[in-house]
Protein backbone atom coordinates (compact mmCIF):
# COMPACT_ATOMS: atom_id res chain seq x y z
CA UNK A 1 0.00 0.00 0.00
CA UNK A 2 0.98 3.40 -1.20
CA UNK A 3 1.81 6.11 1.55
CA UNK A 4 1.40 9.67 0.43
CA UNK A 5 2.62 13.16 2.05
CA UNK A 6 1.78 16.53 0.63
CA UNK A 7 3.37 19.53 0.88
CA UNK A 8 3.89 23.42 -0.57
CA UNK A 9 0.23 24.46 0.19
CA UNK A 10 -0.03 28.02 1.79
CA UNK A 11 -1.04 31.56 1.57
CA UNK A 12 -1.38 33.20 -1.93
CA UNK A 13 -2.79 36.32 -3.64
CA UNK A 14 -5.51 35.65 -6.65
CA UNK A 15 -3.12 35.48 -9.96
CA UNK A 16 -0.67 33.78 -7.63
CA UNK A 17 1.06 30.57 -8.24
CA UNK A 18 2.07 27.32 -6.53
CA UNK A 19 3.23 23.91 -6.58
CA UNK A 20 2.45 21.39 -4.45
CA UNK A 21 4.21 18.01 -4.49
CA UNK A 22 3.53 14.28 -2.98
CA UNK A 23 5.94 12.12 -1.89
CA UNK A 24 5.24 8.39 -2.14
CA UNK A 25 6.59 5.15 -0.93
CA UNK A 26 5.79 1.57 0.11
CA UNK A 27 4.51 0.92 -2.96
CA UNK A 28 4.66 -0.16 -7.14
CA UNK A 29 4.38 3.65 -7.38
CA UNK A 30 5.21 3.98 -11.32
CA UNK A 31 2.23 1.42 -11.38
CA UNK A 32 -0.22 3.80 -10.34
CA UNK A 33 -2.62 6.52 -11.60
CA UNK A 34 -1.74 9.21 -8.98
CA UNK A 35 -4.98 12.19 -8.60
CA UNK A 36 -5.21 15.39 -6.91
CA UNK A 37 -8.13 16.04 -5.10
CA UNK A 38 -9.39 18.82 -3.24
CA UNK A 39 -11.78 19.68 -0.02
CA UNK A 40 -13.32 23.23 -0.20
CA UNK A 41 -15.13 24.13 3.60
CA UNK A 42 -18.60 22.99 3.75
CA UNK A 43 -17.89 21.44 0.39
CA UNK A 44 -17.59 17.65 -1.08
CA UNK A 45 -14.20 16.29 -1.78
CA UNK A 46 -13.43 17.32 -5.51
CA UNK A 47 -11.38 15.80 -8.44
CA UNK A 48 -9.07 18.12 -9.38
CA UNK A 49 -6.73 16.00 -11.93
CA UNK A 50 -4.87 12.73 -12.36
CA UNK A 51 -2.00 11.51 -14.50
CA UNK A 52 -1.49 7.97 -15.79
CA UNK A 53 0.90 5.47 -14.72
CA UNK A 54 4.44 4.74 -16.05
CA UNK A 55 5.77 7.81 -17.59
CA UNK A 56 2.39 9.76 -17.30
CA UNK A 57 1.57 10.21 -20.40
CA UNK A 58 -1.75 11.07 -19.89
CA UNK A 59 -3.12 13.50 -17.39
CA UNK A 60 -7.30 14.41 -16.97
CA UNK A 61 -8.13 17.50 -15.45
CA UNK A 62 -11.36 19.31 -14.21
CA UNK A 63 -13.14 21.60 -16.00
CA UNK A 64 -12.94 24.28 -13.22
CA UNK A 65 -9.04 23.93 -13.27
CA UNK A 66 -8.17 22.94 -17.13
CA UNK A 67 -5.45 25.61 -18.59
CA UNK A 68 -4.68 26.43 -15.27
CA UNK A 69 -2.89 23.88 -13.11
CA UNK A 70 -0.66 20.94 -14.54
CA UNK A 71 -0.11 17.61 -13.05
CA UNK A 72 3.13 16.04 -13.58
CA UNK A 73 5.23 12.94 -12.21
CA UNK A 74 8.54 11.93 -11.58
CA UNK A 75 9.12 8.05 -10.69
CA UNK A 76 12.76 8.31 -9.96
CA UNK A 77 11.76 10.39 -7.13
CA UNK A 78 8.37 8.83 -6.41
CA UNK A 79 6.67 12.02 -6.36
CA UNK A 80 3.47 13.76 -8.41
CA UNK A 81 3.54 17.12 -8.55
CA UNK A 82 0.35 20.01 -9.23
CA UNK A 83 1.71 22.65 -10.75
CA UNK A 84 -1.42 26.14 -9.66
CA UNK A 85 -1.28 29.02 -12.00
CA UNK A 86 -3.52 31.82 -12.02
CA UNK A 87 -5.07 30.93 -8.77
CA UNK A 88 -8.61 31.90 -8.25
CA UNK A 89 -10.39 32.47 -4.40
CA UNK A 90 -12.61 29.29 -5.31
CA UNK A 91 -9.33 27.23 -5.44
CA UNK A 92 -9.03 27.82 -1.42
CA UNK A 93 -8.87 24.18 0.02
CA UNK A 94 -7.01 21.42 1.34
CA UNK A 95 -5.83 19.81 -1.52
CA UNK A 96 -5.08 15.92 -1.45
CA UNK A 97 -2.92 13.30 -3.50
CA UNK A 98 -4.27 10.07 -3.70
CA UNK A 99 -3.67 6.59 -5.24
CA UNK A 100 -6.67 4.59 -6.94
CA UNK A 101 -7.50 1.25 -5.45
CA UNK A 102 -6.01 -0.55 -8.91
CA UNK A 103 -3.20 -0.10 -10.43
CA UNK A 104 -2.97 0.90 -14.33
CA UNK A 105 -6.45 2.43 -13.21
CA UNK A 106 -7.15 6.06 -14.18
CA UNK A 107 -10.67 7.77 -12.43
CA UNK A 108 -11.67 10.91 -11.80
CA UNK A 109 -14.33 9.50 -9.32
CA UNK A 110 -13.21 10.14 -5.39
CA UNK A 111 -14.85 7.07 -4.52
CA UNK A 112 -12.12 4.85 -6.17
CA UNK A 113 -9.21 6.84 -4.79
CA UNK A 114 -8.81 4.84 -1.44
CA UNK A 115 -4.85 5.77 -0.61
CA UNK A 116 -4.91 9.59 0.71
CA UNK A 117 -2.66 11.73 1.76
CA UNK A 118 -3.13 14.07 5.06
CA UNK A 119 -3.64 16.98 3.11
CA UNK A 120 -2.08 20.40 2.27
CA UNK A 121 -3.88 23.76 2.68
CA UNK A 122 -4.50 26.01 -0.29
CA UNK A 123 -5.91 29.66 0.29
CA UNK A 124 -6.36 32.23 -2.16
CA UNK A 125 -6.99 35.71 -0.83
CA UNK A 126 -8.74 37.98 -3.37
Known amino acids: QVQLVESGGGLVQAGGSLKLSCAASGGAFSNYAMGWLRQAPGKEREFVAAVSWGVGSSTYYAESVKGRFTISRDNAKNTVYLQMNSLKPEDTAVYFC??????????????????WGQGTRVTVSS
Open 98 to 115: AAPSRIFSLTARPDEYVN
